[in-house]
């Protein structure tokens, strides 16, 4: 292990030892303060953040630019915030900190058990809204995680979302989705974050104008299963509790090829994104290159 990962890994071991047992306003002061530092100091994903926004929020002058990356910056922040104290907080703060919207889709779904896929952007703290899943719905999931660097920073992550009660697989190809499959023809439910193509089979589709490339997950599992495939979008307001908006849910077409079928299914799942992303852009944590015309080409995706 590199000194900078044993770095890397010796502040997240603090974050998650010291800020969980700050009072919550100290938390949130100090979650804003480091924001505001980060922001000033304008780096490369702060730089890449506003750059992003500004596909979202296009002919935005550069004082509105401006003012949404330090707004993402303080919701990133308090997304770390909050995942930091999340291992401590009760049932009854985790179950009054998220309200959704129409989360009749979701509950309608897991009472079909015909298996249910889940799919959210980098928006607010997914991982609060998965610790409510299985706190106020009493459902389990599995989801996926990305491999880290260290090892022992991936697997400070596992035990923490473990510990909130989520089944949690390494991000590493085909054996992840056969066990997603087999967790949905048994009637259960996963998560994906689904809007960054980590893999280099991603789908083309049109994001705010320009072409990105996503996950094709979500909607071949759709189509292997039988699954429900909902999109979901979260965002903060000025109050303590989250928000979030569980979308009606994507079809398989009637007719076309399996690739047919998949480019359809996750262009509408790009556009539910969008609408949520449109709706509180600086609720959308996306410090890295999505679109291709923004991609190394030497390097692959994003």
Known sequence: MSAQERLTDALYGLGWGAVRKLPEPAAVRLGRSIADLAWKKRGKGVRRLESNYARVVP???????????????????????????????????IRTG????????LTDGIASDRGVILALPHMANWDLAGAWVTTELKTPFTTVAERLKPETLYDR???????????????????AFGTLARRLRDGGLICLVAERDLSASGVEVTFFGDTATMPAGPALLAQQTGALLLPVTLWYDDSPVMRGRVHPPIEVPDSGTRAEKTSVMTQALADAFASGIADHPEDWHMLQRLWVSDLDPTKGPA
């Open 59 to 93: 002919g935005a002058s550069a004082e509105r630019l401006a003012e949404l990356s330090r707004a993402g910056m303080r919701s990133y922040l308090r997304y770390w915030m909050e995942s930091f104290r999340l291992p401590a907080w009760s049932e009854e703060r």
């Open 98 to 105: 998220f309200e959704p919207a129409d989360v009749h889709h």
């Open 157 to 175: 992550f596992v035990a923490y979302r473990e510990g909130l009660g989520m089944e949690v697989l390494p991000h590493n190809g085909g054996s």
